[in-house]
């Protein structure tokens, strides 16, 4: 079994500041891990993905993420707001190797004040 | 690269109608293409697995007799909405696996049974 828990389902920071996207999963295996961002009425678009190699991952955007075992952590960050990073985010787990279902978090809605 | 397509963005139809959305995957070839379905504010609900030359494989409480699903090439996968009625009404999103665990998504297709 697996899931995923996104803490705070709407973010605001204004402009420059950091952004933190807190993402718990669980599994009982070893995981893949997702962020995918959505703007409004379009499809999810892939930010950065986790497969088992470096725990710090870099992805488009600005934005990075590291996998952290020991709290079963995959927060996203980017050092500085732009106002285009206004969107959903969503956290996605899936078990390694070969093809498992993804479970997708509930999303967070992260605000961008000028 | 990988870039799905959704055909069409917006649907209006009336109820009893059926309404069928088109799934492409542009420049790859998909064997295992995914549809979801978001409601309002909530994350992406995954409804079936299509597979190429093979039957759907539907998650638990998904109809599939009124969400008929066709993965007839690697690049196209259709979904049926059968004798709609307005509680069909949502936004239908597909993707399509290129590697390991890694969707992509298409920009969605939202549809508005009255």
């Known amino acids: 079994a697996q899931s995923v828990t996104q803490l705070g389902s709407h973010v605001s920071v204004s402009e420059g500041a950091l952004v933190l996207l807190r993402c718990n999963y669980s599994s009982s295996v070893p995981p893949y891990l997702f962020w995918y961002v959505q703007y409004p009425n379009q499809g999810l678009q892939l930010l950065l993905k986790y497969t088992s190699a470096a725990t710090l991952v870099k992805g488009i955007n600005g934005f990075e993420a590291e996998f952290k075992k020991s709290e079963t952590s995959f927060h996203l960050t980017k050092p500085s707001a732009h106002m285009s990073d206004a969107a959903e985010y969503f956290c996605a787990v899936s078990p390694s190797g070969g093809y498992q279902k993804v479970t997708f978090g509930i999303g967070t809605k992260l605000q961008v004040i000028p | 690269g990988a870039v799905v397509s959704q055909h069409p963005s917006r649907v209006i139809c009336k109820s009893g109608t059926s309404v069928k959305i088109e799934c492409r995957s542009l420049d790859f070839q998909a064997t295992t293409m995914f549809w979801y379905r978001q409601f309002p504010k909530q994350s992406l609900m995954l409804m079936a697995t299509s597979n190429e030359g093979s039957k759907a494989t539907y998650e638990q409480g998904v109809e599939k007799d009124k969400f008929l699903i066709n993965h007839a090439s690697l690049t196209l996968s259709t979904l049926t909405v059968t004798s709609a009625h307005p509680e069909d009404s949502s936004f239908y999103i597909c993707?399509?696996?290129?590697?390991?665990?890694?969707?992509?998504f298409g920009p969605g297709t939202r549809l508005l049974v009255l």
């Open positions: 993707s399509a696996r290129l590697r390991e665990q890694t969707q992509y």
